[in-house]
């Protein structure tokens, strides 16, 4: 299981005061601004005579979640130096992309900060100045939103009074690359302009809402062709895109070359431009600022980049709950502060100013402006009012409630250009990070609401395409939608309903069709067909070899019986308690959940289905040649009195499995006492419908798992440990399954931790020897101390004690698995080498805590073993790899740990001064990581190439790449 660590940082050392004597020394081009505290900054005594004055009225002088535009350029501060380098970097360079996490204030800067600077033309903060007619730009914003190139024609166009111009361009950009090149001209020249700047705001969009991948690469390469040095064009392009989004750029090869020469990233603001950006626009409106809150503010804020939505609305939540013009402590802390404001606010306006009535409605509103990530990686997105408009809403109900959430500043309200579209948008992204609630809703049912994204952009092409019956759902993928659409009906618009209608008339009428062609020549030839039928039917050969493809195949063989040699071979009895095995799993399931297919099946002459022995050795092929996601196996061994019947199943492997320990066999619970082979019976059944019903709900949670339902799979694990209470195994899953959910509710994450621990302990009182368990302790602590970890670098403050008490007791819970030596030939599972892998990443742990504390030498030497134990799992799984495709999971989390700590390595020998060691283990940390990012390429797995590689190996190449050459050009 993957835990990590924030990036290292040099030892921890005080934060210095932004303030000193009476003023804030605020350095740089502050617009003739210095703040003077006693003006400013009210004392704790006068703050006691303001509590029970009510809030004085006036324009609030933040923003809340909604970023700074050009309008609010007068109250835009903080980031002067940052948009001098910016203007400075346009000015050198035709191309520049503004990277930096969600919430850093990329937007902000741009359009705030940038582009009123560049219509200014004044010095900067650094001296210098922008391009001598830059005020004579002509300056065009836009964000790409699901058609890109509808966006860009819009905004080229705004001046043209033919409603045709933007479908003709649009035309144009798709036909020809040089399109964007040909029009800019044109605007310069009826604008009387030079040059025309394009700024291209939430750049991401075109990977996370642009569905048509010809509509993405015309609007790239038009792009690509207007900046192309070969042919020089009075053009400048400016981006600005989401860090986490970077990965998506490896696929577009000239467009990755172009942006990692050109980019400015942007980091977390310092306390200084901190307390410029707070205290310089309540200033302005004369507000003031009780003595202490802001270093309150910035201690809670820490240093994190994406913060910044955060701190602005609980500045605005706090200002509508100050005394007379004084922003009180007392305020800030009902707010919620940095972290609570945004939640707090959401949860009362959805739980206290909506009706009852109205609540269903919000819901499916915020939902639909939520842009479903694979992994989920959830963005925000611009949804059409008409989407909003369902069978049980109507326009003045939908009103109502976008008013509420407008007010409250949960939500933006606008007109898609050109015309009169209606859309809305949730403020910020923070919303969908920060907010509990919505999370759980997200989380909830997150295949089908992919699927429902899904639908919504194929019932908007349909519109455009005229309702074109081509382009309508039919077969199974109009099945698979209807069926989603019976539990989320409230979900689906007019518009999509009409789309889902009118497929259901066409497929119906194309079926009848079909079906009156296929009755002619039936008729035909019935007779010769049933004669055929029967004979190759009594011979079984219309019985599959191969499962279907299921949510999730289950089969069960035959059970065999093994004699005093320890052969085993078919039996009568074995097969008898097979068949009930099959009974009881039909009979659970298909009360359950009737999309788990079972074999054998409850077939006819011609369909019915058989699995052959299984052993240990034969299950992995078994289930593969069958293509079975569980396969259950049993034998009856008669060397013991009496006979005993002993149930394994084995897990395959999964691409879509977040985590690899799971696959391979498992015994689901104690031997079975069989006590008359002849007629086994009473003596049998009971136990082994028991055993089958825990089987059969881990099947169902290793489904919903599949799925993304983590709420699910812990339900279905709690209700197989209804049927196997001692099972060690079922604790297990439970046990992961805490894990998992614990990432998805980070409000109740120490408590279900505490579960997690609970059940793995339970295993292991139940088996002392099932190492298995011991990895999930490991994983628990492992996941606590990182957390403190993380907490402690954020704030700045001293690690809790506890995290390397932690982290102690997760080597010593890896050490207790690795010593029981666990068969990778009966569990199907290279279990010593994985575990092997975790107790090295432990030690990297223990050292980072160290390294944080001070202790470099203690640091280096919980390093060096951390990669000694790597390098030997590396050695054994890249020699396995060969005959294990699936080993390749373990190798790519091999190469991401190694590269974290020789990261680690290389900031302990900074704080050493040795630069040269330094280097050398960043060196070494890239070539893991580009062995890391390279297992994406080889493999079709969904947890490489999205849990490992897209949220951890790319960024932190990219991240230790830019150290190296930092370090390097320092030395």
Same mark, same amino acid.
């Given at each position: 299981?993957?835990?990590?660590?924030?990036?290292?940082?040099?030892?921890?050392?005080?934060?210095?005061?932004?303030? $000193?004597?009476?003023?804030?020394?605020?350095?740089?081009?502050?617009?003739?601004?210095?703040?003077?505290?006693?003006?400013?900054?009210?004392?704790?005594?006068?703050?006691?005579?303001?509590?029970?004055?009510?809030?004085?009225?006036?324009?609030?002088?933040?923003?809340?979640? %909604?970023?700074?535009?050009?309008?609010?350029?007068?109250?835009?501060?903080?980031?002067?130096?940052?948009?001098?380098?910016?203007?400075?970097?346009?000015?050198?360079?035709?191309?520049?992309?503004?990277?930096?996490?969600?919430?850093?204030?990329?937007?902000?800067?741009?359009?705030?900060?940038?582009?009123?600077?560049?219509?200014?033309?004044?010095?900067?903060?650094?001296?210098?100045?922008?391009? =001598?007619?830059?005020? /004579?730009?002509?300056?065009?914003?836009?964000?790409?939103?699901?058609?890109?190139?509808?966006?860009?024609?819009?905004?080229?166009?705004?001046?043209?009074?033919?409603?045709?111009?933007?479908?003709?361009? !649009?035309?144009?950009?798709?036909?020809?690359?040089? #399109?964007?090149?040909?029009?800019?001209?044109?605007?310069?020249?009826?604008?009387?302009?030079?040059?025309?700047?394009?700024?291209?705001?939430?750049?991401?969009?075109?990977?996370?809402?642009?569905?048509?991948?010809?509509?993405?690469?015309?609007?790239?390469?038009?792009?690509?062709?207007?900046?192309?040095?070969?042919?020089?064009?009075?053009?400048?392009?400016?981006?600005?895109? !989401?860090?986490?989004?970077?990965?998506?750029?490896?696929?577009?090869?000239?467009?990755?070359?172009?942006?990692? /020469?050109?980019?400015?990233?942007?980091?977390?603001?310092?306390?200084? &431009?901190?307390?410029?950006?707070?205290?310089?626009?309540?200033?302005?409106?004369?507000?003031?600022?009780?003595?202490?809150?802001?270093?309150?503010?910035?201690?809670?804020?820490?240093?994190?980049?994406?913060?910044?939505?955060?701190?602005?609305?609980?500045? +605005?939540?706090?200002?509508?709950?100050?005394?007379?013009?004084?922003?009180?402590?007392?305020?800030?802390?009902?707010?919620?502060?940095?972290?609570?404001?945004?939640?707090?606010?959401?949860?009362?306006?959805?739980?206290?100013?909506?009706?009852?009535?109205?609540?269903?409605?919000?819901?499916?509103?915020?939902?639909?402006?939520?842009?479903?990530?694979?992994?989920?990686?959830?963005?925000?997105?611009?949804?059409?009012?008409?989407?909003?408009?369902?069978?049980? $809403?109507?326009?003045? $109900?939908?009103?109502?409630?976008?008013?509420?959430?407008?007010?409250?500043?949960?939500?933006?309200?606008? =007109?898609?250009?050109?015309?009169?579209?209606?859309?809305?948008?949730?403020?910020?992204?923070?919303? *969908?990070?920060?907010?509990?609630?919505?999370?759980?809703?997200?989380?909830?049912?997150?295949?089908?609401?992919?699927?429902?994204?899904?639908?919504?952009?194929?019932?908007?092409?349909?519109?455009?395409?005229?309702?074109?019956?081509?382009?309508?759902?039919?077969?199974?993928?109009?099945?698979?939608?209807?069926?989603?659409?019976?539990?989320?009906?409230?979900?689906?618009?007019?518009?999509?309903?009409?789309?889902?209608?009118?497929?259901?008339?066409?497929?119906?009428?194309?079926?009848?069709?079909?079906? @009156?062609?296929?009755?002619?020549?039936?008729?035909?030839?019935?007779?010769?067909?049933?004669?055929?039928?029967?004979?190759?039917?009594?011979?079984?050969?219309?019985?599959?070899?191969?499962?279907?493809?299921?949510?999730?195949?289950?089969?069960?063989?035959?059970?065999?019986?093994?004699?005093?040699?320890?052969?085993?071979?078919?039996?009568?009895?074995?097969?008898?308690?097979?068949?009930?095995?099959?009974?009881?799993?039909?009979?659970?399931?298909?009360?359950?959940?009737?999309?788990?297919?079972?074999?054998?099946?409850?077939?006819?002459?011609?369909?019915?289905?058989?699995?052959?022995?299984? &052993?240990?050795?034969?299950?992995?092929?078994?289930?593969?040649?069958?293509?079975?996601?569980? +396969?259950?196996?049993?034998?009856?061994?008669?060397?013991?009195?009496?006979?005993?019947?002993?149930?394994?199943?084995?897990?395959?492997?999964?691409?879509?499995?977040?985590?690899?320990?799971?696959?391979?066999?498992?015994?689901?619970?104690?031997?079975?006492?069989?006590?008359?082979?002849?007629?086994? @019976?009473?003596?049998?059944?009971?136990?082994?419908?028991?055993?089958?019903?825990?089987?059969?709900?881990?099947?169902?949670?290793?489904?919903?798992?599949?799925?993304?339902?983590?709420?699910?799979?812990?339900?279905?694990?709690?209700?197989?440990?209804?049927?196997?209470?001692?099972?060690?195994?079922?604790?297990?899953?439970?046990?992961?399954?805490?894990?998992?959910?614990? &990432?998805?509710?980070?409000?109740?994450?120490?408590?279900?931790?505490?579960?997690?621990?609970?059940?793995?302990?339970?295993?292991?009182?139940?088996?002392?020897?099932?190492?298995?368990?011991?990895?999930?302790?490991?994983?628990?602590?492992?996941?606590?101390?990182?957390?403190?970890?993380?907490?402690? *670098?954020?704030?700045?403050?001293?690690?809790? #004690?506890?995290?390397?008490?932690?982290?102690?007791?997760?080597?010593?819970?890896?050490?207790?698995?690795?010593?029981?030596?666990?068969?990778?030939?009966?569990?199907?599972?290279?279990?010593?080498?994985?575990?092997?892998?975790?107790?090295?990443?432990?030690?990297?742990?223990?050292?980072?805590?160290?390294?944080? &504390?001070?202790?470099?030498?203690?640091?280096? =030497?919980?390093?060096?073993?951390?990669?000694?134990?790597?390098?030997?799992?590396?050695?054994?799984?890249?020699?396995?790899?060969?005959?294990?495709?699936?080993?390749?999971?373990?190798?790519?989390?091999?190469?991401?740990? +190694?590269?974290?700590?020789?990261?680690?390595?290389?900031?302990?020998?900074?704080?050493?001064?040795?630069?040269?060691?330094?280097?050398?283990?960043? %060196?070494?940390?890239?070539?893991?990581?580009?062995?890391?990012?390279?297992?994406?390429?080889?493999?079709?797995?969904?947890?490489?190439?999205?849990?490992?590689?897209?949220?951890?190996?790319?960024?932190?190449?990219?991240?230790?790449?830019?150290?190296?050459?930092?370090?390097?050009?320092?030395?």
């Amino acid at each position: 299981m993957t835990d990590k660590s924030e990036s290292p940082k040099k030892p921890r050392a005080k934060n210095k005061s932004a303030s $000193t004597g009476d003023n804030y020394d605020l350095s740089g081009d502050f617009r003739g601004a210095v703040i003077n505290i006693k003006s400013t900054i009210v004392s704790n005594a006068e703050v006691k005579d303001l509590e029970n004055l009510p809030p004085e009225p006036g324009d609030p002088p933040f923003q809340g979640l %909604q970023y700074f535009d050009e309008k609010d350029a007068a109250r835009f501060f903080g980031r002067e130096t940052l948009v001098a380098k910016v203007i400075g970097r346009l000015a050198a360079s035709r191309f520049l992309t503004v990277i930096g996490a969600s919430g850093s204030g990329k937007s902000s800067m741009v359009r705030a900060g940038v582009i009123p600077a560049l219509r200014r033309g004044e010095r900067l903060a650094d001296g210098s100045l922008p391009p =001598t007619d830059s005020g /004579q730009w002509d300056i065009r914003i836009l964000t790409p939103s699901a058609h890109p190139l509808d966006a860009l024609a819009a905004s080229l166009t705004r001046e043209a009074e033919s409603v045709s111009a933007i479908t003709t361009l !649009r035309a144009d950009l798709l036909q020809d690359p040089n #399109s964007l090149s040909l029009v800019a001209r044109r605007v310069l020249a009826q604008e009387n302009k030079k040059h025309l700047l394009l700024v291209i705001d939430q750049f991401e969009e075109v990977f996370t809402q642009c569905r048509q991948d010809d509509e993405r690469r015309a609007f790239i390469e038009n792009l690509l062709h207007a900046i192309d040095p070969a042919n020089p064009q009075p053009i400048t392009i400016l981006l600005t895109l !989401r860090a986490d989004f970077y990965s998506q750029l490896a696929f577009q090869d000239h467009l990755r070359e172009l942006v990692s /020469q050109n980019q400015e990233f942007i980091g977390a603001m310092s306390r200084e &431009e901190l307390t410029r950006a707070i205290l310089q626009p309540a200033a302005l409106g004369n507000w003031k600022v009780q003595e202490g809150l802001m270093d309150i503010i910035l201690d809670d804020l820490g240093s994190e980049p994406g913060a910044l939505p955060l701190l602005s609305h609980a500045l +605005l939540e706090t200002w509508k709950r100050r005394r007379g013009r004084v922003l009180t402590v007392s305020g800030y802390t009902a707010a919620g502060g940095v972290r609570g404001a945004i939640a707090q606010t959401a949860e009362t306006v959805f739980r206290q100013r909506l009706s009852s009535e109205q609540q269903p409605i919000a819901r499916m509103i915020f939902i639909k402006l939520a842009e479903m990530g694979e992994d989920s990686l959830d963005t925000r997105r611009r949804a059409a009012f008409s989407e909003l408009i369902t069978r049980s $809403t109507d326009t003045s $109900t939908i009103d109502a409630v976008l008013s509420i959430l407008t007010d409250a500043r949960l939500v933006t309200t606008g =007109t898609l250009e050109p015309g009169d579209t209606r859309v809305v948008e949730v403020a910020h992204e923070a919303l *969908i990070r920060e907010w509990p609630t919505l999370r759980d809703w997200l989380n909830q049912n997150r295949a089908g609401l992919i699927l429902h994204r899904q639908l919504t952009e194929d019932t908007n092409d349909w519109i455009k395409l005229g309702r074109d019956s081509g382009a309508l759902y039919r077969g199974a993928r109009l099945k698979q939608t209807l069926e989603w659409v019976k539990s989320d009906a409230d979900l689906i618009s007019l518009a999509e309903q009409e789309f889902l209608d009118a497929s259901r008339k066409v497929a119906q009428k194309e079926a009848g069709l079909t079906q @009156g062609l296929v009755r002619a020549r039936w008729v035909q030839a019935l007779l010769a067909i049933i004669v055929i039928v029967v004979i190759l039917g009594v011979n079984g050969a219309f019985a599959r070899r191969v499962m279907p493809d299921g949510v999730f195949n289950i089969a069960v063989a035959e059970f065999g019986e093994m004699d005093s040699q320890g052969e085993i071979h078919s039996s009568k009895a074995g097969q008898l308690m097979s068949g009930w095995t099959v009974n009881y799993l039909w009979d659970e399931l298909n009360k359950e959940d009737s999309n788990l297919v079972v074999w054998p099946n409850k077939g006819n002459l011609f369909t019915r289905t058989s699995v052959p022995l299984v &052993e240990p050795n034969t299950a992995e092929k078994t289930a593969a040649d069958i293509n079975a996601d569980l +396969l259950l196996y049993g034998y009856i061994d008669t060397r013991t009195n009496p006979p005993q019947l002993i149930l394994n199943f084995w897990i395959a492997p999964q691409d879509k499995y977040k985590f690899e320990d799971i696959q391979g066999s498992t015994q689901i619970g104690e031997p079975i006492r069989v006590v008359n082979l002849n007629d086994p @019976g009473i003596s049998v059944q009971g136990e082994l419908e028991r055993q089958s019903i825990s089987a059969a709900f881990i099947a169902m949670g290793l489904a919903q798992e599949q799925l993304g339902q983590t709420e699910d799979a812990l339900a279905a694990f709690l209700k197989a440990e209804e049927s196997a209470p001692q099972s060690e195994i079922v604790q297990f899953f439970i046990g992961r399954e805490y894990l998992f959910l614990a &990432e998805f509710k980070p409000d109740q994450q120490e408590a279900l931790w505490q579960k997690a621990e609970d059940a793995f302990n339970k295993a292991v009182e139940f088996n002392a020897g099932y190492a298995k368990a011991y990895f999930g302790l490991g994983s628990v602590y492992m996941k606590r101390s990182a957390d403190l970890l993380d907490a402690a *670098i954020v704030s700045g403050q001293a690690v809790d #004690s506890q995290s390397i008490q932690l982290a102690e007791q997760a080597i010593l819970a890896y050490q207790k698995a690795l010593e029981l030596k666990t068969d990778p030939v009966q569990s199907g599972n290279p279990l010593e080498n994985i575990t092997r892998l975790s107790l090295g990443n432990a030690f990297r742990q223990k050292g980072s805590i160290l390294l944080y &504390e001070g202790e470099v030498d203690s640091a280096l =030497t919980a390093f060096d073993e951390s990669i000694h134990l790597l390098e030997i799992s590396r050695s054994n799984f890249e020699a396995s790899l060969s005959e294990h495709e699936s080993y390749r999971r373990y190798l790519a989390q091999v190469y991401e740990y +190694l590269g974290t700590v020789y990261q680690w390595q290389g900031s302990a020998f900074e704080a050493k001064l040795d630069n040269a060691a330094a280097l050398a283990s960043y %060196q070494k940390s890239i070539d893991a990581f580009n062995l890391c990012v390279s297992q994406a390429d080889a493999s079709p797995d969904l947890v490489i190439q999205d849990d490992i590689v897209k949220k951890y190996c790319q960024p932190k190449l990219e991240e230790i790449q830019q150290r190296y050459a930092e370090l390097f050009r320092g030395n």
